[in-house]
């Protein structure tokens, strides 16, 4: 059993809808990733003693974004 794979040529034909169907994993990508930091921040928040929780966090989220879109372009 052989797998052929498909390959898009953006160059030629319409743009809109092709561009759109690879857009959207990348969108909820980053869409799933903001809930995750949203739903971290929550969690420290109301159980974390420390005052300065929200502040660790806030400077990870640039680093862990990087890696995850990183890892998702390298996987792709």
Known sequence: MTRT??????T???IFFPMLKFSLPVI???CLQQLYN?????????FSGE???LG???CTVSLYSLL?????????
């Open 56 to 58: 660790a966090i806030g």
């Open 51 to 53: 005052p300065n929780a």
């Open 68 to 76: 995850v879109l990183l890892l998702y372009f390298l996987g792709a």
């Open 28 to 30: 909820a990508a980053g």
């Open 12 to 14: 030629e034909g319409k």
């Open 5 to 10: 794979k498909t390959t898009r040529d953006f």
């Open 38 to 46: 949203t739903a971290d921040k929550i969690v420290v928040g109301q």
